[in-house]
């Protein structure tokens, strides 16, 4: 079980994996390479895993003209709760989200609540891949 409170990257990359157990974040987790683009942020329950995927996880650039990184949050269980907000924003175009299956893994259960925000905008650059939630 891993319980997050907080982690911030600038080396590009954040992962957190409990394959089987449960991830809970209630803080904030961003990555940015650093030349500015955004990061990658990783959240892996696998297999007969749980993600509750609150608080603020950003993978979005800081830099002008800089294109958004990627989120990617997968278990067998994937709940975003209300006021959650994952993000991989972009000035230069935006990265791209997806919640619900990963690696080797198909989600069973994705539910995103009311209240919260998923967004991978791009400003003045082209769209991102976008948000993905895997349909039920």
Known sequence: SIRATGATKNGGKVTLRAIGGTISN??????????????????????GGTVNAGGTIDASASGAGK?????????ESVTVPGGANIKANGEGGGGFV???????????????????????????????????????
């Open 26 to 47: 209630s803080g904030s987790i961003a990555a940015t390479l650093p030349d500015g683009t955004g990061g990658r942020i990783m959240i892996d329950a696998g297999v």
């Open 98 to 136: 997806q919640i619900g299956s990963g690696e080797g893994v198909d989600a069973q259960s994705v539910a995103v609540e009311a209240g919260s925000a998923i967004s991978a905008n791009g400003g003045s650059g082209p769209g991102g891949g976008g948000p993905f939630e895997k349909p039920m």
């Open 67 to 75: 294109v958004g990184g990627v989120v990617m949050v997968s278990g």
